[in-house]
């Protein structure tokens, strides 16, 4: 069973730098895709970014320009690093792989990240 452990989430103040990682362990594939989503108190799981093997990215509008998504192919690791953080950012972050472009999909427990104004 794929395991995915996430690390680096914290309380930081707005405008700080956060790095999220996420590493991947009994995995015997190589995903199509990693990625981050967030879930806020009361709203709904959020894709943040995501990458695939080919190392092309996708973040959500709202962190664009602030939001670097990479990843490791070699070490199944996904890192997030997070500048300029903004209190409207403060949720778990899960992280995310997908097997293939349709799934399935493995999660992490998630870490929390709390930005105060």
């Known amino acids: 069973q794929v395991q995915l452990v996430e690390s680096g989430g914290g309380l930081v103040q707005a405008g700080e730098s956060l790095r999220l990682s996420c590493a991947a362990s009994r995995i015997s594939f190589s995903p199509n895709s990693m990625g981050w989503y967030r879930q806020a108190p009361g709203k709904q799981r959020e894709l943040v970014a995501s990458?695939?093997?080919?190392?092309?990215?996708n973040y959500a509008d709202s962190v664009k320009g602030r939001f670097t998504i990479s990843r490791d192919n070699a070490k199944n690791m996904v890192y997030l690093q997070m500048n300029s953080l903004k209190p409207e950012d403060t949720a778990v972050y899960y992280c995310n792989v997908k097997k293939y472009t349709w799934g399935p999909d493995y999660w992490g427990q998630g870490t929390q990240v709390t930005v105060s104004s």
């Open positions: 990458i695939t093997s080919g190392r092309s990215t």
